[in-house]
C-alpha cells in the first residue's frame, strides 16, 4: 500500500514540491540527498510514503520514517534533513472548521497529557494510506475533484481522529484550549516578527500569565517565545540574504533588528558563518549541486 501511495505521489508532484489542485494538498518527491532547508511549518499533516527526514524545532529533534505522518499543530520554524531517499510525502493543510464539524458527529475523545505540544508522530494505518492514495488519485480525474475531494477529506480526518493522533487533533480544535490558544500566540508573533514583542504582551494575546504562557509555548514549539520569534527573524534574514542583492545591515534592518552587531552575533552563532559568507558559501554548494533551493519566506511553507 506505501508503494501505491509512493506512485501517485510521484506522478502528480511537479518537481520536487508541488501544490495540487486538491484544496489542502501539496506533494513532495526528492530522488537525491539535498542540504539540510528551513522552513515555517504551517498546522499540518505529513504522511510519508516512502524515505526519512528528520525535524529539528528548538530544543526537539526526530526522524520520521516511511509509513509513519508527523502531525503539526501550530506555525512552527524547523530545520528539515532528508535522511533517506527517494523520498515521497503527501501534505495536508489542517481545516479547522471541517475537522470542529466532524467531531460534533463523533463521540467525545479522551484528552492527552501531551496535548500541549505542537508536533506528533504516529504509525499510518492501512485505512488511512488507502484514503490518502485515493485523495491523492483524484488528480487523474480533475473533473471529480469538485465532488469528491472534500469526501475524501473528511474521511482521512474522521481516521486521523480514530488514530493515535486523535486525542491531540481533539485538543488542539477547541476553541478555548491550552492548545488553540498557543496556536493563536504562534501565528501572532509570525505576523508581528519584525516588532519588538514582550512576553506581557504575548501573553495578553495568548490570555495567559506570562509562567503559564511560557510553559505551554516551549511544550508546544521546543522554545521559548522570544526565542521562536529569533528563529523567524533569522529563517527569513537567511532568504533574503540567499536570495538578493543585499546587505546585512539592511536585512537585520528588515528583519527588525535595531543592532547590526547583535544581528550579526546570532546569526553567526545559529549557521556557524557571518551573514554575507554563509550566503555566498550556500549559494556555492547548491550550483555545485545543481540543486533548486527549498527556502521558505513567514508568509508560507514547504512541506
Not at 465532488?147 to 488514530?163: F, K
Not at 501572532?188 to 514582550?198: A, F, N, Q, S, V
Not at 508546544?220 to 521562536?228: I, N
Not at 537585520?252 to 545559529?270: I, K, L, M, P, W
Request: proline content about 8%; charged content about 20%.
Amino acid at each position: 500500500m506505501l508503494d501505491r501511495l509512493a506512485r501517485a505521489v510521484e506522478r502528480h508532484c511537479v518537481g520536487r514540491w508541488s501544490e495540487t489542485a486538491v484544496p489542502r494538498l501539496s506533494l513532495v518527491a526528492l530522488d537525491e540527498l539535498i542540504e539540510p532547508i528551513e522552513v515555517t511549518y504551517e498546522p499540518m499533516v505529513c504522511f510519508i510514503a516512502d524515505g526519512a527526514k528528520r525535524t529539528a524545532a528548538g530544543e526537539r529533534s526526530w526522524i520520521t520514517p516511511p509509513g509513519s505522518m508527523a502531525l503539526f499543530t501550530v506555525d512552527l520554524p524547523v530545520t528539515l534533513a532528508f535522511e533517506k531517499v527517494p523520498y515521497r510525502a503527501a501534505v495536508m493543510q489542517l481545516d479547522h472548521q471541517a475537522l470542529s464539524a466532524l467531531q460534533l458527529e463523533l463521540a467525545a475523545v479522551p484528552p492527552s497529557p501531551q496535548a500541549a505540544a505542537g508536533a506528533f508522530t504516529a504509525p499510518m494505518a492501512p485505512e488511512l494510506v488507502d484514503a490518502v492514495t485515493r485523495w491523492i488519485g483524484l488528480l487523474d480525474a480533475p473533473e471529480d475533484i469538485g465532488a469528491l475531494a472534500p469526501r475524501v477529506e473528511t474521511e482521512i480526518l474522521y481516521r486521523l481522529l480514530r488514530s493515535p493522533l486523535g486525542p491531540v487533533l481533539h485538543h488542539w480544535s477547541l476553541a478555548d484550549s491550552a492548545a488553540a490558544r498557543i496556536r493563536t500566540v504562534a501565528r501572532w508573533i509570525r505576523d508581528h516578527y519584525t516588532e519588538p514583542l514582550g512576553i506581557d504582551e504575548i501573553a495578553e494575546v495568548a490570555r495567559m500569565s506570562p509562567a503559564t504562557l511560557h510553559r505551554h509555548f516551549k511544550a508546544a514549539t521546543g522554545m521559548s517565545p522570544l526565542r521562536f520569534q529569533k528563529h523567524l527573524r533569522l529563517q527569513e534574514a537567511r532568504r533574503r540574504l540567499f536570495a538578493g542583492d543585499v546587505t546585512a545591515a539592511q536585512v537585520a534592518q528588515d528583519v527588525g533588528y535595531v543592532s547590526a552587531t547583535q544581528f550579526n552575533r546570532e546569526y553567526r552563532r545559529a549557521y556557524g558563518l557571518p551573514p554575507g559568507q554563509d550566503a555566498t558559501q550556500l549559494r556555492t554548494r547548491l550550483a555545485e549541486a545543481g540543486e533548486v533551493p527549498l527556502l521558505s519566506d513567514t508568509s508560507g511553507a514547504k512541506p
